[in-house]
C-alpha cells in the first residue's frame, strides 16, 4: 500500500514518468494544437497577424502553414530540450524528440502528404532549427525576425515579429514548467 503524505497546504507525489516514446507522442499532440490553433485563430494568446493575406497564391499560402508548422515544432523541442538539460541524458531526451519527429512526419503522411517529399521537408526541418537556435541564443526579438521572415518573407512586421516572440515563449516555458516535474526514463 503506497502512502500519500498530505499536509495543509499540499499533497506529495512521486514525479510523473515518461519514456521517450511517451514523450514524443504528447509533445507530437502539443504541436499539432498550436498548429491548429495557428490556422484557426482561435483561442490563442497572442494571435499572428492575417499572414495569409501578404500572399496572392495558394502556393505561397501553404508555404505559410508549413513554416508555421516548423516554427511549433522547434518551439516544443526547445521547451523539452530547456525542461530536461542537465536532468536525464542527452540520448533520452534526444530519443523522445525523434519519437516526437516521427510522430508529426507520420501524420503528415496519414493526412496527405507525400512520403517521397518528407526528405526535402526534414531538410528544411533542420536548417530552420539552426537559424531559430542562433536567433534565440541572440535574442527574443532576433528569433521573432527570423521567423517572420519565413512566415512572411521578409521581418518588416513589427506586429508579426512581437507576436512570434510572444507564441515562443507561450509555446516553450509553459512546457518547460510542466515537464520539469516529469522523470524521463528508459522504455
Not at 521517450?20 to 507530437?28: F, H, Q, R, T, Y
Amino acid at each position: 500500500m503506497q502512502t500519500t503524505l498530505v499536509d495543509d497546504t499540499r499533497e506529495f507525489r512521486p514525479p510523473q514518468t515518461m519514456t521517450p516514446a511517451e514523450l514524443g507522442d504528447s509533445l507530437a499532440r502539443l504541436v499539432w494544437e498550436s498548429f491548429s490553433d495557428f490556422l484557426s485563430k482561435e483561442d490563442v494568446e497572442s494571435p499572428l497577424p492575417e499572414v495569409d493575406a501578404l500572399y496572392d497564391d495558394d502556393a505561397a499560402s501553404n508555404r505559410t502553414a508549413e513554416e508555421a508548422l516548423i516554427f511549433f515544432m522547434w518551439g516544443h523541442t526547445r521547451g523539452a530540450q530547456l525542461a530536461f538539460m542537465g536532468r536525464c541524458s542527452d540520448e533520452l531526451i534526444r530519443q523522445g524528440l525523434n519519437a516526437m519527429h516521427q510522430a508529426v512526419f507520420e501524420d503528415m503522411v496519414q493526412n496527405g502528404t507525400p512520403s517521397s517529399q518528407l526528405p526535402q521537408f526534414e531538410q528544411r526541418v533542420s536548417m530552420r532549427y539552426a537559424e531559430y537556435h542562433q536567433a534565440a541564443s541572440e535574442s527574443d526579438d532576433r528569433l521573432g525576425q527570423a521567423v517572420a521572415r519565413r512566415l512572411a518573407g521578409d521581418a518588416k512586421h513589427p506586429a508579426l515579429v512581437e507576436a512570434i516572440r510572444e507564441r515562443a515563449v507561450a509555446v516553450a516555458n509553459p512546457l518547460r514548467d510542466f515537464l520539469e516535474d516529469v522523470k524521463l526514463v528508459e522504455a
